[in-house]
């Protein structure tokens, strides 16, 4: 019987330590790869360097309008962060109307705001300025090179009133140029030399493949609702970003070890217990951040040590109770069960008052003020797990043993 539950302790024991081997150094189980935990978290903004920008709509709707308008807004520059090939990006309503953009990891900044920011309003103009096409008869798009064209072109696929419309067009003005206008600027006024019926049209230009990419990527997503301005832009650098990560985490692994330290001398076994419980709802947290495709940032590192030292808080709780129970005179697997009962209730309303908060925070707050109320509420929901039962499992499976009769081992 008491190997049973010395095994389980060891076993709960030895997943602690395999997960904090696999998140530091992943692992590799035949064709299926675990990439370690720096490798696999989203960093945001102030980890990884890049640029953020504030827009704001230049338009006096209010109401269900300004919402439809900003709502359209927010796809359209998403279409074109992901034309952009952009991964983890930010892009979230600020007030009324305004729209935060975060863009980790962009190096060419001016670049980046130019792509998302453009109004990209596509016209295609007659001699005497009578509109042939707009963006909105642009069923496809996408830059590619031409016979008789040294540099690449965009491709423009119409609509079927697109398609009759041009045709139209190019069967009157042969030998006349259609200008075609990007945001009031002509880009391009090729000279029609045929009737073009088949319903696809080329913007040439000195374009490079990567200009080219971007217009294209700009026609796809579609021209904005609104023109915007910019209200705010900031860039932070990548070495700016990686020192702010080497920082936190170098004191976080210093808050961590002192909190050991400390459990283990005034709580002693249930100290050890309590560590192995911590270590395991580290791994939970990072795990389910990581499975959430959350992105980290400074803000969202501060919540995680705050969230460690309320699960270590919870503990505390316990061992107290527990400790005032031996204290009467009761055995040490009564004292476990009562402190274990008279600790949940306090430990539950805290819980429940800080998750509020953190709710508040989520449904309220933007960029990495939601950052740090996501891993919050994820740190709340995983510190009453380990605190209320892998800690009572593991207590409990020492205290089966009969090896620790000693009160002393419980720190009373």
Known sequence: MKAKYILIFLMIMFIAIAGVFTAINGLSIGERQISPVSESINQGLDLRGGVFVIFEADTDASGEELDRI???????????????????????????????????????????????????QLEFLTPNEQIVLTGGNVTGANATYVDGEANPVVRLELDNEGAKSFADATETYIGEPIYIILDDEIISAPIVRSRIPEGVATISGNFTIEEASNLAALIRAGSLPVNLNEVQTSTITATLGVDALNRSIDAAKIGIALVL?????????????????????????????????????????????????????????????????????????????????????????????????????????TGPIRGFAVMLMIGLAVSMFTAMVVTRVLLKSLVATNLFKNPKYFGA
Do not use: C, H, W
Request: hydrophobic content about 50%; overall charge negative.
């Open 70 to 120: 900003i709502e359209q807004t927010i796809s359209v520059f998403r279409m074109r962060v992901d034309g952009m090939g952009l991964t983890e990006p930010v892009i979230v309503r600020e007030g009324e109307s305004r729209i935060r953009v975060e863009l980790p990891g962009v190096e060419e900044v001016q670049e980046a705001l130019d792509m998302i920011g453009r109004t990209a």
């Open 261 to 365: 330290i400390f459990m283990l001398v005034v709580y002693r076994l249930p100290g050890l217990v309590a560590n192995i419980a911590l270590t395991i709802y580290i791994l939970l947290v990072l795990g389910i951040f990581i499975s959430l495709n959350a992105t980290l940032t400074l803000p969202g590192i501060a919540a995680l040590i705050l969230s460690i030292g309320m699960a270590v808080d919870a503990n505390v709780i316990i061992f107290e109770r527990v400790k005032e129970e031996i204290a009467n005179g009761k055995t040490i697997r009564v004292s476990i069960d009562s402190g274990f009962k008279r600790a949940f209730t306090t430990i539950l309303d805290a819980n429940i008052t800080t998750l509020i908060a953190g709710i508040t925070l989520y449904q309220f707050g």
